[in-house]
């Protein structure tokens, strides 16, 4: 499966549910998620790395296999042969005839085939292992950008929360103080209580002449 390019990025959930506010667990989630595919990607370049091996082995036995169907036309040929652990043998081929060669016709099962059909199947292989090759390292890319993309929007996210958390609080209204002067009661007449009226007792009171 190859996807290309970075369309669709935006449209990923975690860069999605990034607000303009968000807290310590959306960051959490979008740090989660950016390992994951970092180890994705680990895990991809660990298989065209593989892969790459895979490619160099069939191309030298394509190439090893064309040499003798060329030697073999002038009646004898030769070639050197890695068995593995630092050891070569010399092959020599005396006839005008090519000869054949054991190769894996799949699912485990091997066949004896001639020089020039076996090279024909290793070399239909080498092309499905090189469009594998080609599918994955696509692959990397796409995942390579979007966790570019993820990256960048974690550091937008945290600078505005670290933002967010460094703002002084707001200062309360300042407190009437105590020594504050009352508000100036009315000194209307109407409002202060009025005298009792005493009441004239003249022509009533007793004199020492009467």
Partial sequence: MSVSGSAGFINDPVV????????????????RTIDAHRKQLDDLHTQIERISKVIEEHNVTAGILSHLQKGVKSGATSARLSIGSGVTLRYAHQEKEQGTALIDLGSGVFGERPWDEAETITRERLDGIEMLQKELKEQSTTLEEKITVLAETFNEAASTLTAATQQPPPHPAPA???GSEPAEESTTDESQPRPPRRSSRRGKELTLDD
């Fill in 16 to 31: 999605r549910g990034v607000s303009a506010m968000v807290d310590r667990s959306e960051l959490q989630r979008m740090a």
């Fill in 176 to 178: 009437p103080s105590e």
